[in-house]
């Protein structure tokens, strides 16, 4: 079964240091990186604790601070599964690399872009050296789609405007 298949009800195992962990909010997926003795790390919107209340807020929030919290608080009612789903086109480095690379960054203040520099990016920076996301790949040809259909239908209507108002 791969990765992306897993049950988030039902996360398997016990996530090992260095995994990825896809946490099931709402309306988005938030993403932390597995420390390990049940702490991850993840971005929180400039001034919360929490990473819970990040939805709204860091979608206007250009900072995001790095922070170590429980999973379990992190997680609160949500669901969750350990998701490394990139592996199979990008290596992982070294579990001590790593650990060593996240450890450093805990309490730094970060830049933050939903599209460019989300979460997810963040976390799999750490995981492979290159952030990745497939939410903000799929956002922003979510985004190109609209664009492309409103200018369209922008254009059929300039269109059919020209054409009702020519004389007869």
């Not at 039902?10 to 702490?39: K, M, V």
């Not at 790095?66 to 579990?95: A, C, F, W």
């Not at 990016?121 to 956002?139: C, D, I, M, N, P």
Request: glycine share 8%; net charge neutral.
């Amino acid at each position: 079964m791969a990765s992306n298949d897993l049950d988030p009800l039902n996360p398997p195992g016990s996530p090992q240091p260095g995994d990825l962990i896809e946490i099931f909010r709402p309306a988005y997926q938030h993403w932390a990186l597995y420390l390990g003795d049940g702490y991850i790390i993840n971005l929180t919107p400039v001034g919360h604790q929490a990473a819970a209340m990040s939805s709204v807020k860091s979608v206007f929030s250009r900072k995001a601070v790095v922070r170590m919290q429980l999973l379990k608080e992190v997680i609160g009612s949500d669901s969750y599964r350990v998701n490394n789903k990139y592996d199979d086109n990008h290596t992982p480095l070294p579990i001590t690399e790593i650990i060593d690379r996240a450890q450093m960054l805990i309490g730094r203040v970060v830049s933050y872009d939903l599209l460019g520099s989300n979460c997810e990016h963040f976390v799999t920076l750490l995981r492979y050296g290159e952030g990745v996301s497939e939410q903000a790949s799929r956002a922003i040809g979510a985004i190109t789609l609209v664009t492309a259909a409103a200018s369209t239908l922008s254009m059929l209507g300039l269109i059919n405007t020209r054409s009702r108002s020519r004389p007869s």
